[in-house]
């Protein structure tokens, strides 16, 4: 507390001005009049002293000392006292200013009162609590302050505060009670404000929290079901009386504590728990048990409901079971004695069976005396659980008649008695009666169903007789025919005393006989005698016989037989004779009565009838008056008797047990004082252990009953006993849910909606039930179940579906007919009023086509799509989604792929205006385009086999496998000089580009890339995939054989990729698992991996869709031999393809001709060529030593031969040498004259008996049918004439000393005809920072063929020049393939190295006059050296040292040579001198032009696009471009000079056609003239191109003609392309003279012509005519055309100007009208 107060004093001190003063000074627990003193404390906390003044206070309540300056030193205090006198209650406020050498500063002072101050917490929090529930939290509220207070609360619901007012005393406190009673689901928070103080001035807050929730319990039996809200519960079959116990677990799976009622449905107590209310906490289970107590042997439901207090859901637990009687069967239900003779006995045993399992059975058998005609040894007796008894019955006859009894036995718990039939005959030697059969007794039912069982066996024999009954073939029974005209009664078929005891009516028209009581009772009236009246209702003669046995002693029956007429009644007279006194009398008297014609033998068995027995029980006792009889020990079981629910004037009954506990008799005697109830028997005389009776209940009125029965015991009063006997008696009754209304929501057409409706027996009956509906709407409502039973207080929930067939309103009424199953007649009925609406309806799909990114093959993805349903109907739907793939490579089938798509909704609802999301999985597993075509189909149970699926959505996307092209190869080091298209055939990079393009194999996607997979060296294929990559033939020692390959990912999905090595797929197994043997293909392996021969760089990587890479491979060249490795390049979910490398290394100074195909196809020619294009085949020298050849061309002659002596495959070099590191090019003609493939084998000869094997073939075909063509990617005709450009690589591979680039490495020219004029453009580009220049290197056979413009040139840095490349063939046709290099020199470093070299030259001759000195004491005196001597020594420079570069070299001339003459090196050898420099090598470029020629006629029919080229015909000749010379002999040139000389001098002597000239300049222009000039302009453009390819050809064949022979054919054509100009035809003679025409005079006649005849239109068109084809004319404006565009592109590619830049618009001035 100390250290509390020193902190509390150091808080409310402040320091001002050096000056520690306290915060304010407070004056508390004052009375006005009193005098209150406090210290003013005054510290210095400075350093220094300061001096103080203060002023007094203002208010004359404060006072204290007079001021007076006050010094304080450092660390020093001044106390200044402070006193308050009040004179009145109020507050005060005053202060004392203090003044300083630094400033002033006042000290507060107050005078309060005491006020009121509660505390109270800040908040409350109560969690979470169940609706309609409360949380109490208790908090402590304090008054802090002097005085007492009242207080009030203020708080907002559904909080509270209990007591909500009260008073605090001062420093007192009490305990408060906060409650949270929500009312709804929420959080609630709320604030709770109390006011205090005198007038509830002061306000405090406190926060109130509280979260509502819904409770929810689950409940499951035993553990073993789920928990739900809906528990059904079973407990078979119990016995009566006894009790079945069941657990439920009520699980609280809300994280509220709720409180919870269990009420039961009905006020039945079959059913009850051990506890009906609890409280149970959150996430617990609490146990309660259900016991079942059944009372009656029937079916018993009831349903008990646990409420959760505030909860919204209920738990239902419905209990089910039934009440277990005895089982009981009677094996034999009839049982024959024969026929045996009067007097005599015989015995059957009857089996009785108990089927029950668990319930032991109490029986006795009625009116069974024992020493009757049938008779037993014991009448009564339990039967155990599943188990037989059998009873012996004898029968003892004593009159020569017929007998049958219907014996009856109760069985206790058993409500209904068993029967059991007994018959036998008796006869005498003078009477035989009809025997009784078995068969008798079913006939004789028959008889009383039809009615006829009144009638005597004579009156039906007589009916038999008459034809008004006939009998049956097949049973004897009888029929009734249309002849009958006697009455038909149909009387009960049940014995008269069983009908009696059970029926309790005593109507005579319902038996065949009848007696006027039921049993005689001579209770202590010895020595009297009663009578017994007998009826016959039958139509004919009776014959009654009384037995009575040994009771005849006691019980006498005057007479004993007696006839009986038809319709009358007979009395007979019973007398009671008690031999001794005291004791109790009883006896069963049976009066057997038969037709008195069956006492006769009767062979006709269908009228045969069975006797009837009427058996009365007589008691009586021999008790003098005021005599008692003995103690009667007597138990009833049960003393209260539950009787089953019934219904108005029906029966029901029930069984009871006597036992008898003594050691005597028990007589009993019922009296009944109700009509409604029956008991038999209801008196007798009890001598066995127990008597069961039965109890019949005929309710008159609808209600519940309670009646109490007296039994007399020994007939005293004194010994009676009470019996309760209880039930209830209704009226069946069912509750159908929402008062017998049943609405479905709208439904599709053809569609099912289901509805449940709860139907509740609300009576005790088991009710039978079944549902009525109208024929019409049979089709449209349907429910299940339609029929079946409900128990006492069952509620069962029906399934009604409603399928509408139109879109209309249905109103249909369905009547649920109800009766007692013990009451079938009595129905009930209850109406269902049945509305549902029909709807078309239909699903979308959001969205309606999904375009899917690529996937790969094998891997999955996800896409959502939202399924609307517009409709105002609930839709169930089937939905569907076939895959459908187009194969890339078959693009005409489609496959089907079910496993590729799931669904994850297939079968669903969707309600109206519903949407649901359907995520579709998609998982490719083929390659191609995949198309997914979502469809549903409404499930329409009607209609189901003819609904056709509708569609939904379209998802389409390509799958496709990681794939990779190399689009690319470049050569280096020993590779260099290999040309591209040679490089490509060697790697074979067209067939690993269409391994890596085609489908992977299962066995290729095993396994992944970083899989080691092989146990051994020698790696396993799994692949079919293989190719071989060859690296060239190189000599040995030289530069590795390097290539780099351009790898592009041309897919559409990331591709990973690697190249794996045996090692890398190896998986090594434990040192003691190797075996250490290595065939010699492992050890080769073994030894290339480890010396690296071959390397891959980089082995592995990834590229994005089209990401371009470079890969690098190399093979060195360290030792002879060739070297072969297997290396498997996989791609990550692709290919794998197995490469092999194969490497070659030369010895030095040996030849090596490579073979890269053995094979060898020509180009497809057409057949009927008048030419035919020279083809090659290549032969390489990869050793250091040229190799000569020879072919032997025997095949090629053989081949002659077998085609008519017609020449197919020439070849024109058939030997010849290959150049060291160099090619050949074999040349070949094939000429097919058929379309068939020429095949034929060569043998190429090569020095040092080395002979190789090729294969060359060809095929001809018909240019008629273009698609007899073979492959035409083998051939250049797959190349079209307008064949631009075409990169061979991209820019991106270059050397890594490659500074100039080509912009294109491969021209393809396509087909063109001959003479025909192919430009194309190329650009190069110096990328380097140097100079360079350039210069196409072609040789003979491209010189002749190729130009470059221009051919050298030079590339200033990051310069583009243009270079323009022209095919054009004047020689035969051919197939060219030409790779022409361009030598790439470095301008920049020749410049530097001629420097150099002119430095070198310098220093080389000075060096010739430089000597050494070797003296070592020169110079030691002073170790200097003098200017002089300086001067001397700078005249000569030492050499730089050997191998070093020029930058040192120049270094080296500035060295200082003052240096000590022994610090030089002293051995001659270690001098090294600069070598001669080195020139730049050049690098080299290749370009590869490609073309194929044809004659000009066969280029018009395989082509038809001539026009289209510019055939310049100045160069038509058939020299190389030289003029055509003809060698004639003296005598052909004298005849060619007559010839021509007599044809002109013929035509200029002849007189017509000179007039004929004058006259044609004065002739107008005829009127014709306009058409034949549109058809110049517009005529047949076949023709005119084919007669323009004749002339051509024609031309090109014959040489220049003479414009005579010009004018002809322009007459002949008739086209202006024929109007060709003259030539210069040059006839060379036998002595070199030739004879020469000028066109000289062809000009100038035409420009006289042109002069004179101005004014003529037609001779102005001709003459326009005339210079347009001109050949000077046609290739001056396709020069001009050429260079214009030839300026446009240079000019763009430099800038100068823009080909895509708008032209600007320049408005054009008005004209002027005037």
Not at 610 to 637: D, K, N, Y
Not at 774 to 798: C, D, K
Not at 1437 to 1455: H, N
Not at 1616 to 1638: C, H
Request: proline letters at 6%.
């Amino acid at each position: 507390l100390k250290m509390a107060a020193q902190l509390a004093t150091r808080v409310n001190k402040v320091t001002k001005h050096g000056i520690e003063v306290p915060n304010v000074l407070t004056y508390k627990h004052w009375e006005p009049g009193g005098e209150y003193t406090k210290p003013l404390v005054l510290k210095n906390v400075n350093l220094t002293s300061i001096k103080i003044k203060y002023k007094m206070p203002q208010c004359q309540m404060f006072s204290t000392t007079f001021p007076q300056p006050i010094v304080l030193g450092s660390g020093t205090s001044h106390t200044l006292p402070v006193t308050f006198k009040p004179l009145e209650k109020r507050v005060f406020s005053d202060s004392i200013e203090i003044v300083t050498t630094e400033g002033s500063f006042l000290v507060p002072i107050h005078a309060t009162l005491p006020t009121a101050s509660l505390s109270l917490p800040s908040s409350l929090q109560f969690g979470m609590c169940s609706v309609m529930d409360n949380i109490v939290v208790n908090f402590n509220l304090s008054n802090v302050s002097d005085v007492s207070t009242n207080f009030h609360w203020q708080v907002t619901s559904p909080f509270s505060i209990n007591p909500a007012c009260g008073m605090l005393r001062s420093r007192g406190a009490c305990k408060l009670q906060a409650s949270f009673h929500p009312q709804n689901v929420s959080v609630f928070e709320g604030v709770a404000v109390c006011c205090y103080g005198e007038n509830m001035e002061y306000k405090k807050s406190m926060k109130l929290d509280g979260i509502g929730k819904y409770p929810h319990l689950v409940a499951s039996s035993g553990g073993k079901s789920t928990p739900s809200t809906n528990l059904s519960m079973s407990f078979g079959s119990v016995p009566v009386g006894q009790t079945a116990v069941k657990w439920i677990s009520i699980t609280n799976i809300s994280p509220v504590s709720t409180t919870y009622n269990i009420t039961s449905t009905t006020s039945s107590n079959v059913f009850t728990c051990s506890q009906y209310a609890g409280v149970i906490s959150p996430e617990e289970v609490y146990k309660f048990k259900v016991i079942f107590k059944p009372q009656l042997v029937a079916s018993c439901s009831q349903q008990f409901i646990i409420k959760p207090r505030g909860g919204i859901s209920d738990v239902t637990i419905k209990c089910t079971g039934r009440g277990q009687g005895a089982d009981v069967e009677v094996v034999e239900s009839v049982i024959s004695f024969g026929n045996i003779a009067c007097g005599t006995s015989t015995a059957h045993m009857l089996n009785i069976r108990n089927n029950s399992q668990s319930v032991k059975a109490i029986y006795q058998f009625q009116m069974l005396p024992a020493d009757g005609i049938f008779s037993s040894e014991g009448s009564s007796g339990t039967i155990a659980p599943s188990s037989t008894t059998s009873i012996l019955l004898h029968f003892t006859p004593t009159r020569p008649i017929s007998y049958h009894k219907k014996l009856i036995c109760l069985v206790h718990l058993l409500p209904h008695p068993l029967t059991v039939d007994l018959i036998g005959t008796a006869y005498t030697e003078t009477t035989k009666p009809a025997v009784i059969q078995s068969k008798h007794l079913s006939l004789y039912t028959s008889r009383v169903e039809m009615g006829l069982s009144r009638y005597s066996p004579e009156q039906l024999q007589q009916m038999i007789a008459d034809g008004k009954l006939k009998q049956s073939h097949d049973d004897l029974s009888l029929i009734i025919t249309e002849s009958f005209d006697a009455a038909l009664e149909k009387p009960l078929l049940l014995d008269p005393g069983y009908n009696g005891y059970l029926a309790g009516s005593h109507d005579p028209t319902t038996h065949h006989v009848s007696a006027d009581c039921t049993h005689l009772d001579f209770d202590g009236q010895v020595c009297e005698s009663q009578t017994v009246n007998i009826t016959n209702h039958t139509m004919g003669k009776l014959y009654c016989i009384w037995t009575s046995g040994v009771a005849g002693k006691v019980f006498n029956i005057i007479p004993e037989e007696r006839e009986l007429l038809a319709g009358t009644c007979c009395s007979f007279i019973v007398s009671f004779n008690a031999p001794r006194p005291g004791q109790f009398y009883s006896a069963v008297l049976d009066c057997y009565i038969c037709y008195k014609s069956m006492r006769d033998q009767h062979d006709n068995d269908a009228i045969i009838t069975a006797p009837w027995c009427i058996s009365i029980p007589a008691r009586g006792h021999s008790f003098t008056p005021g005599t008692e009889a003995h103690l009667p020990r007597a138990v009833f079981e049960p003393c209260s008797i539950v009787m089953p629910p019934s219904v108005v004037e029906h029966q029901v009954q029930q069984t009871l047990v006597m036992v008898n506990n003594g050691n005597g008799p028990i007589a009993y005697d019922f009296q009944l004082d109700h009509k409604e109830l029956t008991i038999y028997p209801s008196s007798g005389l009890l001598q066995d252990n127990h008597q069961v009776f039965l109890l019949a209940m005929k309710p008159s009125h609808c209600s519940s009953y309670h009646h109490v029965v007296k039994v007399k015991l020994n007939g005293s009063d004194k010994y009676t006993k009470e019996l309760i006997v209880c039930g209830t008696v209704e009226t069946p009754s069912v509750k159908l849910q929402c008062d017998g209304d049943l609405y479905f929501m709208p439904t599709c057409v053809h569609c099912t909606k289901t509805s449940q409706l709860s139907v509740t027996n609300l009576t005790s009956l088991q009710l039978n039930y079944h549902w009525r509906l109208l024929e019409e709407y049979s089709s449209v409502l349907s429910v299940v179940p339609s029929s079946g039973v409900l128990l006492p207080y069952e509620t069962q929930h029906h399934m009604w579906s409603f399928t509408p067939l139109d879109v209309v309103l249905y109103r249909a009424q369905a009547t649920l007919v109800t009766s007692s199953n013990t009451t079938p007649s009595l129905k009930c009925k209850s109406l269902l009023h049945i509305t549902g609406q029909g709807e078309l309806g239909h699903l979308k799909c959001d969205p309606t086509g999904l375009q899917l990114d690529t996937l790969v093959v094998g891997t999955s993805t996800y896409c959502d799509l939202m399924l609307h349903n517009s409709a105002s109907c609930d839709l169930t739907y089937h939905l569907s989604s076939p895959l459908h793939v187009l194969h890339v490579d078959c693009s005409h089938s489609n496959v089907d792929d079910p496993d590729g798509v799931e669904l994850s909704i297939i079968d669903d609802v969707i309600p109206a205006g519903g949407r649901k999301v359907v995520r579709v999985r998609i998982r490719p597993c083929v390659r191609g385009q995949h198309t997914i075509e979502l469809k549903y189909l409404l499930k329409l149970p009607l209609i189901a086999q003819s609904a056709m699926m509708e569609s939904l959505c379209s998802i389409t996307f390509d799958a496709v496998y990681p794939t990779l092209s190399i689009t690319g190869v470049l050569g280096e080091h020993s590779l260099s000089h290999v040309s591209k298209p040679r490089l490509w055939n060697m790697l074979s990079i067209d067939k690993l580009n269409k391994l890596l393009q085609d489908d992977p194999s299962s066995s290729e996607l095993r396994y992944a890339l970083k899989t080691r997979h092989s146990t051994r060296r020698k790696a396993a294929v799994h692949t079919n995939a293989i190719t071989e990559m060859m690296f060239g033939a190189s000599p040995v020692n030289m530069p590795a054989s390097t290539i780099q390959l351009e790898v592009q990912n041309k897919g559409q999905t990331p591709t990973l990729w690697a190249f794996q090595f045996p090692e890398d797929l190896y998986l090594e197994p434990a040192y003691w698992a190797t075996t250490g043997e290595l065939d010699q293909v492992e050890k080769d392996e073994m030894w290339i991996v480890d010396n690296e021969v071959f390397s891959v760089h980089p082995r592995t990587g990834y590229l994005e869709p089209s990401e371009v890479t470079t890969i690098t491979l190399s093979f060195k060249h360290n030792c002879c031999g060739t070297n072969r490795l297997p290396v498997l390049l996989k791609i990550g979910k692709g290919r794998e393809v197995l490469l092999f490398f194969h490497g070659i290394t030369v010895p030095t100074g040996q030849p090596y001709v490579l073979f890269t195909e053995y094979h060898h196809q020509f180009a497809p020619i057409p057949i009927g060529s008048h030419t035919f294009p020279t083809q090659v085949y290549e032969l390489y020298n990869g050793g250091d030593k040229s190799v000569k050849y020879n072919i032997d061309t025997q095949p090629l002659e053989h081949l002659q031969q077998e085609n008519y002596q017609m020449n197919v495959i020439e070849c024109l070099q058939p030997t010849g040498e290959i150049p060291a590191r160099g090619s050949t090019a074999i040349q070949f003609v094939f000429a097919p004259h058929e379309v068939k493939t020429y095949i034929v084998e060569l043998v190429i000869h090569l020095e040092q008996h080395k002979t190789v094997l090729i294969t060359i073939s060809g095929e001809g075909y018909d240019p008629s049918q273009p698609d007899d063509h073979v492959d035409p990617n083998s051939s250049l005709l797959a190349a079209s004439n307008h064949s631009d450009v075409m990169p061979f690589s991209s820019s991106s591979l270059l050397t890594s000393y490659q500074a100039v680039i080509l912009s294109h490495e491969l021209i393809k020219f396509g087909d063109a005809p001959l003479f025909a004029t192919l430009d194309r453009i190329i650009f190069l580009r110096n990328t380097s920072t140097h100079t360079m220049s350039y210069e196409w290197l072609l040789n003979d056979a491209a010189s002749q063929v190729l130009t470059f413009a221009p051919c050298t040139g030079y590339l200033q840095p990051l310069e583009t020049a243009m270079c323009k490349v022209t095919l054009l063939s004047r020689c035969s046709p051919q197939l060219y393939k030409f790779t022409i290099p361009c030598k790439i020199l470095d301008q920049t470093a020749l410049k530097c190295y001629e420097e150099q070299l002119m430095v070198w030259e310098e220093r080389e001759e000075e060096r010739k006059h430089l000597f050494t000195i070797t003296e070592q004491n020169l110079g030691e005196h002073n170790g200097t050296v003098t200017s002089s001597q300086q001067a001397v020594l700078k005249r000569y420079q030492a050499l730089p040292p050997i191998g070093q570069s020029s930058l040192d070299y120049m270094q080296w001339t500035k060295l200082d040579l003052s240096i000590k003459p022994n610090t030089r090196p002293r051995n001659k050898k270690q001098i090294k001198m600069p070598s001669r420099p080195l020139p730049p090598t050049p690098s080299h470029l290749q370009l590869t032009t490609t073309a194929r020629t044809h004659s000009i006629s066969d280029y018009c029919q395989q082509f038809d696009d001539l026009n289209s080229f510019f055939i310049d015909k100045q160069t038509i000749t058939l020299g190389s471009g030289q003029t055509c010379h003809v060698s004639v002999d003296k005598n052909e040139e004298d005849i060619i000079a007559s010839v021509t000389a007599l044809m002109l001098k013929d035509l200029l002597s002849d007189s017509d056609l000179i007039s004929a000239i004058k006259k044609m300049s004065e002739e107008p222009l005829p009127f014709f003239v306009q058409y034949t000039q549109k058809d110049r302009n517009t005529g047949g453009h076949a023709h005119a191109r084919h007669s323009y390819a004749a002339a051509l050809e024609h031309l090109s064949r014959t040489g220049p003609e003479s414009p005579m022979t010009n004018r002809q054919d322009e007459q002949l054509d008739g086209q202006p392309l024929m109007s060709e100009e003259g030539y210069n035809i040059s006839v060379k003679t036998a002595d070199n003279t030739t004879a020469k025409t000028d066109e000289t005079s062809s000009m100038v006649s035409m420009a006289s012509l042109k002069t004179t005849t101005t004014h003529n239109i037609e001779q102005t068109i001709m003459l326009e005519d005339s210079i347009k084809h001109l050949p000077d004319f046609s290739g001056l404006v396709n020069e001009v055309l050429n260079d214009t565009i030839l300026n446009i592109v240079e000019e763009t590619v430099t800038g100068e100007a823009s080909i895509t830049k708008l032209l600007p618009t320049i408005a054009t001035p008005q004209c002027n009208s005037n």
